[in-house]
């Protein structure tokens, strides 16, 4: 059973550009969360997702980040008009269910903003 | 106020020997989830352990233990016979709420642990 998948694993991206991270849950997860790793901190919670749904979005920034899990596919944190204090690692993680005791995390993937 | 503190931002222990990471919470909840996490230095995040509030035992985990004091909101690891391959960073973690309703996890700002021969 294939674990959380995360593309890419590093991504570079100049000021302004956009990025796209994707993440697969786990085979029978439909609930999807993403964190950001600021370099040297601990994660911080930015959205949950179910499938078509967004149930909480408190960690989002107001303005350029996005993020969606369609019904087909995976899903996708999108970060338009990046700037260099976006540069961290941002971690996926899937569970079977609203609140399960564990989340599994994804490898993460690495941007660098230059 | 913090939710999640973990004082300690490095540690050294030496090999075979037994090493406490410390963590403390803050909540009003009275049901929550705590967990561990460590993350060694090519970056992914592996879940050690975890206790519900509600466990009246401590949780363990093979070589890994935690000395939860409900009291006095602290949750640390224990980690016995320390191998060279348990230098990593170990975050403590809390999901407030009931399982079935909560979701996002709170992180602390991880402690950095480092064992030597």
């Known amino acids: 059973n294939a674990g959380v998948m995360q593309n890419p694993r590093h991504l570079v991206r100049r000021r302004g550009q956009e990025a796209r991270l994707r993440c697969s849950p786990m085979k029978g997860h439909s609930h999807v969360y993403w964190y950001r790793q600021l370099p040297e901190e601990g994660l911080k919670f930015m959205v949950y997702l179910q499938k078509e749904n967004i149930i909480d979005e408190s960690g989002m920034p107001k303005e350029r980040f996005s993020a969606e899990f369609p019904k087909e596919g995976p899903s996708i944190l999108r970060i338009q008009q990046v700037v260099r204090g976006d540069s961290a690692a941002y971690f996926c993680a899937s569970s079977p269910l609203q609140g399960a005791r564990e989340q599994y995390f994804g490898p993460g993937t690495r941007l660098t903003v230059t | 106020a913090q939710k999640i503190t973990q004082t300690q931002p490095g540690m050294f222990v030496q090999e075979k020997e037994a090493v406490t990471l410390d963590c ?18 090519s970056g992914e995040m592996i879940f050690l352990i975890y206790q519900g509030s509600y466990d009246e035992q401590n949780a363990t985990e093979g ?4 000395n939860f004091q409900k009291a006095r909101k602290s ?4 980690i016995s016979a320390s191998q060279l391959g348990d230098s990593a960073m170990y975050f403590c973690a809390m999901r407030e709420g ?3 309703t909560a979701s996002k996890l709170t992180f602390g700002t991880g402690t950095r642990l480092q064992v030597t021969l």
């Open chain 2, 63 to 66: 070589r890994y233990s935690l």
């Open chain 2, 24 to 41: 403390t919470y803050d909540t009003s909840d009275q049901s929550y989830g705590l967990f561990w996490y460590k993350q060694p230095s």
């Open chain 2, 98 to 100: 009931t399982a079935g």
């Open chain 2, 75 to 78: 949750t640390n690891l224990v």
